[in-house]
C-alpha cells in the first residue's frame, strides 16, 4: 500500500508532541467529525456531516488517494486538525490542485493550519512533478493552487493571505426563505418532465457535463462524484425535475433534501442544486419553470425554504434570475488560487 509522504514541516507548531501522520482508514472517519464538528462553530459553517457519509464520500475519490494525499496533526492520539487534497486539469489547460484544511477551534492560531497548508501544497507539487515526469499532463502546464472560502472562515482566510493567495472569483449562498407564492411557469413547446429512471442517470450526468461546459473553471464532473451522489442518504431522484426533448435531455434541477442538517438546525430547507440548460432550450424560460416545478415538490415534501449556490459572475445572469424566483444572498464564498 502506498503510504504518507513524509514532509517538511513549512512552519513549525508551539505544541510540544505533535505530529503528522498520514490517513490511516475508516477508523479515522470519527476523528475526522470531530474536527468537522468543533471547527463548523467557529467557522459558522452549517454542515452537517455523519460517519456514513464521511465513508461514502472517501469510496469515490477522484484524483486523490488519501493515504498519500492527507495529512492529520495529532497530540496523544486525538487529531487535532487534518487535510486533504486532489487535482484537476481544467480547459485552460492549467493544473489546479484543490485543498482544504480543518483545525479544531481551540487549536488554531498554533501553526496547526500552517502546517497543514504546507503539507498540501508540498503533496500538490510532487503530484504535478510526478505527472509531467510520466507525460500524463503537459511538462509546461501551469500549477495552480485552489481553496474556497466563505466569508465566514475568518481564519482561513487570513492564513491563506498570508501565504500569497488571491481572490479570483466570487460565490452566492442563497436562500428563498418561504415556498409561497411560487410561480406556476409552463415549459416551453415540445418539452417535457419525466420520471426518472435508472438507465437515465448516466444521460442526467452526461447533459449536466455538457450543460456547464460554457462556466468559467469548467472541469467536467468526474463519474464518482455521481456515483458518491447516487450512494449519499439523501439521494432521491424523484425530486429531479429533468425536462426532456424526445430522446435528448433539454435542462435540469437535481434537488435534495439534507435530513440531518434539518433536524440538527431545526429547519425544512431544500436544496435546488445544478441548474442547468443545455445550448439549443436556452433563453426560452425552461430554468425557471424547472425551479418553480422543483420548489412546488419541494413545498409538497413539507419544506419550508429553498437554498441553492452560485457563482456570483455567472455569464447567463444566473443571480438575478434566482433573485427574480424569490431567492437572496444570504453568504459570499470566495475562491482563492496562488501558482504552486
Known sequence: MTTFVEHQILAPTTIPGLVLRGFEGPSDFPKML????????VDDDQRSKTVEEL??????????????????????????????????????????GFHFAFVKAEWRQRGIGSA?????????????????????????????????????????????????????????????????????????????VRPVQPEHLRLVWEASNEAFRDHWGYIPDPWEEFEKLQSSPNFDPSLWRVAWCGDQIAGMVL???????????????????????????RGAGLAKALIALSLQELKARGMTEAALGVDA????????LYEKMGYRVVKHGTIYQKPL
Open 34 to 41: 470531530a474536527v468537522i464538528n468543533s471547527a463548523k462553530i
Open 55 to 96: 465513508a461514502n464520500s472517501y469510496a469515490h475519490m477522484h484524483h486523490c488517494n488519501p493515504f498519500t494525499d492527507m495529512c492529520f496533526a495529532e497530540l496523544d492520539g486525538e487529531v487535532l486538525g487534518y487535510s486533504r487534497v486532489h487535482w484537476e486539469v481544467d480547459e485552460t489547460p492549467q493544473f489546479l
Open 116 to 192: 497543514l497548508l504546507g503539507f498540501n501544497e508540498q503533496r500538490l507539487r510532487q503530484i504535478a512533478a510526478q505527472l509531467k515526469a510520466s507525460g500524463e499532463i503537459a511538462a509546461d502546464l501551469p500549477c495552480i493552487g485552489d481553496v474556497f472560502a466563505t466569508e465566514t472562515y475568518h481564519d482561513t482566510i487570513a492564513l491563506l493571505e498570508a501565504n500569497g493567495y488571491q481572490a479570483v472569483r466570487h460565490t452566492f449562498d442563497m436562500v428563498r426563505p418561504d415556498l409561497e407564492n411560487i410561480p406556476d411557469l409552463p415549459l416551453p413547446p415540445g418539452l417535457e
Open 255 to 281: 434537488s435534495f433534501i439534507d435530513k440531518s442538517q434539518n433536524e440538527e438546525y431545526q429547519r425544512k430547507r431544500g436544496y435546488t442544486e445544478n441548474i442547468c440548460v443545455r445550448r439549443p432550450w
Open 313 to 320: 459572475e455567472n455569464i447567463s445572469g444566473a443571480t438575478h
